[in-house]
């Protein structure tokens, strides 16, 4: 079956990873939390995607600055400091015998609860930090093929309401826009701010190419996507004209190009939105569905990332 942006080919060493379930490593039968723990109750907790490269993890500084962040504007505490925290990875990872082609989630909730309630002043425990590191990679039919949006009725929320800015557990707008746009026969959703102008999707940020010049949206109702970042920066360092700015779905059916970018995947060519083709639908020699400014820019960010990549001191 299909999941996008997110498909991958099973690793069958997978079965016998070991997970860091707050410091203790365990294998994936036994990693198990209480059903009174915060993130099964409520969702809340904050987490990260990270990729290993080269026996480092890309871009981790700016992830833990997510986490940390996210986490201080829920008032939560993660409960180790950032260089605990990063050496908890590398020891999951080591333990694991992991140096590439590896996909991190890394997850901290509040914590278990007194009962099933809301109220953080009943959590009993502390912070439950857990590391799932996967061999997984992006199926090459993905990255070469592109993929298929759909602009759903489901809307990124202002501000004040759920901060989008906060990489939480609670994910509902953005599975409700994932439902939709698998109904309507696409691979992700389109994803629309309160005035109509485009957001991001539900799990990876959007990019048009438009005579020459790459937009993005203006980041106020989008998370702040790492690879988003590091996209507009081998973007601009490279001389492209490069703009966050509000734009509409008129500007997307027209576009030369389209690609959609996140941590697992890096950059994916959009091929069709809400039935338009994206371009002349003309692709590469070598059959690659990607633009010429989305493949220039796939090369860079990889450069990017193999070159950020942070190895365990």
């Known amino acids: 079956m299909s999941t996008g942006t997110h498909e991958y080919a099973a690793d069958p060493r997978n079965a016998d990873i070991l997970i860091s379930l707050n410091g203790r490593l365990v294998p994936r039968a036994e990693a198990v939390v209480s059903v009174f723990d915060s993130g099964f109750i409520l969702g809340d907790g904050v987490w990260e995607g990270l990729r290993v490269v080269d026996g480092g993890i890309a871009f981790l500084d700016e992830h833990l600055d997510r986490l940390f962040e996210g986490a201080k504007a829920l008032d939560m505490e993660i409960g180790l400091s950032r260089d605990e925290l990063t050496a908890r990875l590398y020891e ?38 857990v590391i799932i590191p996967e061999y997984k990679e992006p199926t090459p039919e993905v990255t070469k093929n592109g993929v298929r949006l759909f602009t ?15 990489n939480s557990h609670s994910k509902l707008n953005c599975i409700q826009a994932c439902i939709q746009a698998t109904k309507a026969g696409a691979d992700e959703g389109l994803m629309l701010d309160p005035d109509g102008c485009v957001a991001t999707c539900n799990s990876t940020h959007f990019f048009i ?14 998370l702040g996507g790492i690879t988003r970042g590091n996209v507009l920066t081998v973007s601009r360092n490279a001389g492209i004209p490069t703009f966050e700015k509000r734009f509409s779905l008129v500007d997307v059916y027209g576009a030369d190009e389209a690609f959609v970018t996140g941590t697992f995947a890096g950059l994916v060519p959009v091929v069709e939105v809400d039935g338009r083709t994206i371009g002349d639908g003309k692709r ?19 450069d990017y990332a193999r070159a950020s990549a942070k190895r365990a001191s």
């Open 209 to 222: 190419v438009r005579k020459g010049e790459l937009w993005t949206s203006d980041g106020t109702y989008c």
């Open 92 to 129: 999951c990872l080591e333990a694991n015998g992991m140096t590439d082609h590896v996909h991190i989630r890394l997850m901290v909730t509040r914590g278990e609860k007194a009962t099933p309630y809301q109220d953080p002043r009943i959590t009993i425990g502390p912070p439950t930090v």
């Open 284 to 302: 590469a020699d070598d059959g690659d569905a990607a633009g010429p400014v989305t493949r220039r820019l796939r090369t860079l960010y990889k």
């Open 152 to 166: 759903v009725h489901v809307r990124r929320t202002a501000p004040d309401m759920q901060d989008q800015k906060i």
